[in-house]
């Protein structure tokens, strides 16, 4: 890119899961950049090329920032080809960059993804020869992974920046794969009334995903201040940029601000990993977990907020079982008259079996799982923040 079209706008994507879309498209406004379109799976905004930067930082429920390259209607391979070369790739993809293609084709003439991939990748190549006067490429540079995604006969071709999913913070560094991805986690807590100010609670915190996502909004720090992103390796992205951008993490983040956030579980071993994952996003101090069984649930503090993922059918046994807590946790938590319930489960008969209507149900994907969030809001605490001695929450 030359230097006087750096401070020019440009176009990205950030994919979504379904019903995250207008969340991000909330948090891509907060940064201060022009939402174009929220649509299924994603949502198109304009911004600088420091955006690539302070995106891929910030977005807690984005899963990915892509850099839209071009977007045309493509219902034959010979049209694919020619609208593709016609972009200026060169803008993008310096002489020695590596660009594989990924694709995907849904409800389009052109479904064979392997053909409108290769079909891509030749003419990216055809429109680089023209521009740097090279017949081969050797690709032995920074990567620029180039999407073509068609729906409905439209074509999007983009390049991602990110690298890695947005959902990998950096403190999960296992194999171990989380029953909740951290994307949703963080929806789960922006959805909630929940404020630094008032004790939130995991009855069900497995490895720790929503506590420590909580804890991450709670002193305002970035999600991926703590990892690295394919685009730093860009040479038309300023380095200064990247510099400026996690200073800024570390600038607003509140590192000071006091939080009471527990987690609970029954297994031993998940907890383990919950602590160790702390300990990785340098929130070791900041969260309180132990090995309690939800029938146990309560607090001395009158207002608060329970946010959980609780098993269901998927990781329980049988049906009696599954009933049988969902029961026992609605008479749980109405011992927690005055604090606030955020549920996600896919279990279908949680209203019945707590004997209460949700305030508010919201339809979201944990996985390939269809859940319903199920919030029921408690009253207002007190203008007055309520004054204890003591230290932690838990009885």
């Known amino acids: 890119m030359k230097n006087n079209e750096q401070s020019s706008q440009i176009t990205l994507i950030a994919t979504a899961a379904f019903g995250l879309e207008a969340i991000a498209a909330r948090e891509i406004k907060s940064l201060g950049y022009e939402v174009v379109e929220t649509e299924n799976g994603r949502v198109t905004f304009t911004g600088p090329v420091d955006a690539i930067c302070r995106c891929n930082l910030w977005l807690r429920t984005a899963e990915r920032v892509l850099l839209k390259v071009g977007e045309f209607q493509a219902k034959s391979f010979e049209e694919l080809f020619e609208k593709t070369k016609a972009l200026d790739w060169s803008r993008w993809i310096p002489k020695e960059g590596r660009f594989p293609v990924i694709g995907k084709s849904v409800k389009s003439q052109l479904s064979s993804v392997p053909d409108c991939q290769a079909i891509v990748k030749k003419a990216v190549v055809e429109s680089l020869k023209q521009r740097y006067h090279k017949e081969w490429f050797e690709e032995t540079d920074s990567e620029y992974r180039i999407e073509v995604a068609l729906l409905k006969d439209r074509a999007t071709l983009t390049i991602d920046t990110s690298g890695e999913g947005l959902h990998k913070r950096g403190y999960r560094k296992s194999t171990h794969q989380a029953p909740l991805k951290e994307t949703l986690a963080s ?119 329970v946010i959980t993922n609780p098993p269901y059918g998927e990781r329980m046994g049988e049906e009696a079982e599954v009933q049988q807590l969902y029961r026992e946790f609605g008479k749980v938590l109405l011992g927690l008259e005055t604090w606030s319930k955020y549920i996600l489960t896919a279990y279908p008969d949680l209203e019945t079996d707590f004997g209460k209507k949700a305030d508010r149900r919201r339809k979201l994907y944990n996985g390939r799982i269809m859940c319903q969030y199920y919030q029921y809001q408690g009253p207002r605490p007190p203008r007055k923040k309520e004054k204890d001695d003591n230290g932690s929450g838990a009885e």
């Open 187 to 305: 929806a789960l807590v922006q959805l909630s009334f929940w404020k630094p100010e008032r004790v939130l609670i995991d009855p069900f915190c497995g490895s720790g995903t929503i506590p420590i996502e909580a804890a991450l909004i709670g002193k305002n720090l970035a999600p991926g201040m703590n990892r690295e992103f394919i685009s730093e390796s860009w040479p038309w992205i300023p380095a200064e940029n990247w510099r400026q951008a996690r200073r800024e993490t570390h600038d607003v983040a509140r590192y000071d601000e006091p939080i009471q956030i527990q987690g609970f579980d029954i297994d031993e071993r998940s907890l383990r990993s919950a602590r160790h994952y702390a300990q990785e996003a340098f929130l070791e101090d900041e969260i309180h977990f132990e090995k309690r069984d939800f029938r146990e649930l309560r607090s001395r503090y009158h207002y608060g907020c």
